[in-house]
């Protein structure tokens, strides 16, 4: 009867110290603080990706602008040139 009690009493001893499946990451169910860690780097990579975009986006903007502009020094370049061309054809 000794040696029966003596192995029962090892194999709880023994148990106390193991770790629980369940309980890991300081005592909150396992996958728990992995789920918001990757909602949390999901969030950021998504704000990184829009803060990206809406820079790609103002530069279009600029860009737009700028041909505009362009353009519009284009076409008073043409009537320009058109006026001095009539006025030309006019004197001879």
Avoid: C, W
Wanted: hydrophobic letters at 30%; zero cysteines.
């Amino acid at each position: 009867m000794l040696s029966l009690r003596t192995i029962t009493a090892t194999r709880t001893a023994t148990r106390t110290f193991s770790t629980s499946l369940l309980l890991r990451a300081g005592g909150s169910p396992s996958g728990t603080s992995n789920q918001a860690f990757n909602k949390r780097e999901k969030a950021a990579e998504e704000q990184f990706v829009r803060d990206q975009e809406r820079e790609k986006l103002k530069a279009l903007r600029k860009s737009i602008e700028a041909s505009k502009e362009h353009l519009q020094q284009l076409e008073k370049d043409h009537q320009a040139l058109e006026a001095s061309v009539e006025s030309k054809t006019v004197k001879q």
